[in-house]
């Protein structure tokens, strides 16, 4: 999805406040607050702020068409040179801003799209063996330290939420598949993410606000390629291309947030993530 596109929805559903209204979106409201409910105002723009640290396993790791800038060099290394990389464990870390714009379709479905930057890099440390073709023992092992990839670019994606409840308690899946397209090194990581809660709502007692516990499940793609003189450090003054494809160690982490209603059209959303990935999220939450 192309930025202008995304803004143009968001300019569409916007002026379509009025459209909304007159329909009384969300579909089967008048059903809902008839038997208790109390339902937000149907649609809404977020920005927010993600930071999240998680492990990463590096499945393959190789280096294309190496040049040293001697023709003769060049030549031998392409003819007779095996250089085999293997990655240890290593961890990323990433920050997204993004913009989200949302509608309740009906009481218990909302769809939603968005747009992010996002700001971040995966490290691991890396063993070279270096040898001949054909030649099962390698001539030299050496180890490369802190080896990393800049991940920047930016992100679109969409999603739904899935919500019910019963008295002040209440339950929600909230599923999205995000695309970012990097800047820095070529490829992009594709994302599914699926996040179940649980919490409690206290509007009852006087306090405007909800708590909650649950875990976020990521599916995520990453293959990644680019120049080896873009990543400076020890691969400063070599030519070639590299190729990583890797994934995160741990699909599942925990989660705990809370929703604070400052006004019936201002909400204040914030959560934390703990276990194999941490995580910090807070969003500002405009309704109408």
């Known amino acids: 999805m192309k930025l202008s596109h995304f803004l143009l929805a968001a300019s569409s559903l916007f002026s379509g406040y009025s459209f909304a209204d007159s329909i009384s979106l969300p579909i089967w409201k008048e059903e809902a607050e008839a038997l208790g409910y109390e339902l937000p105002k149907a649609i809404g723009f977020n920005l927010s702020y993600m930071g999240m640290q998680q492990g990463i396993n590096v499945d393959s790791i190789a280096l294309q068409n190496?040049?040293?800038g001697s023709p003769f060099l060049d030549k031998l290394i392409d003819k007779y040179a095996d250089i085999e990389m293997e990655a240890e464990p290593g961890k990323q870390i990433s920050n997204v801003l993004s913009l989200r714009a949302d509608v309740w379709l009906f009481p218990f479905l909302n769809l939603?799209?968005?747009?992010?930057?996002?700001?971040?890099?995966?490290?691991?440390?890396v063993n070279v063996a270096v040898g001949l073709k054909n030649v099962a023992k390698p001539i030299a092992k050496t180890r490369i330290e802190n080896f990393r990839l800049d991940l920047d670019g930016y992100t679109f994606g969409g999603g739904f939420v899935l919500a019910g409840g019963y008295g002040n308690w209440f339950s929600l899946v909230d599923a999205s598949y995000t695309q970012t397209t990097l800047t820095v090194v070529d490829g992009s990581i594709d994302a599914i993410v699926v996040s179940p809660r649980i919490g409690y709502d206290f509007h009852h007692?006087?306090?405007?606000?909800?708590?909650?516990?649950?875990?976020?499940?990521?599916?995520?793609?990453?293959?990644?390629?680019?120049?080896?003189?873009?990543?400076?450090?020890?691969?400063?003054?070599?030519?070639?291309?590299?190729?990583?494809?890797?994934?995160?160690?741990?699909?599942?982490?925990?989660?705990?947030?809370?929703?604070?209603?400052?006004?019936?059209?201002?909400?204040?959303?914030?959560e934390v993530g703990f276990g194999e990935r941490q995580s910090f999220f807070i969003s500002l939450d405009r309704r109408f």
């Not at 606000?209 to 293959?223: D, I, K, P, S, T």
């Not at 003189?229 to 699909?251: A, C």
């Open 66 to 68: 190496l040049q040293v």
């Open 112 to 125: 939603y799209g968005l747009v992010g930057k996002l700001d971040g890099y995966s490290e691991t440390n």
């Open 205 to 270: 007692a006087g306090w405007p606000a909800r708590l909650w516990l649950g875990g976020m499940y990521q599916n995520v793609e990453q293959h990644l390629t680019g120049s080896i003189g873009d990543l400076g450090g020890d691969f400063s003054g070599l030519k070639g291309q590299f190729e990583v494809k890797q994934h995160l160690t741990s699909p599942w982490n925990t989660l705990a947030g809370f929703q604070y209603q400052v006004n019936p059209s201002w909400y204040l959303l914030g």
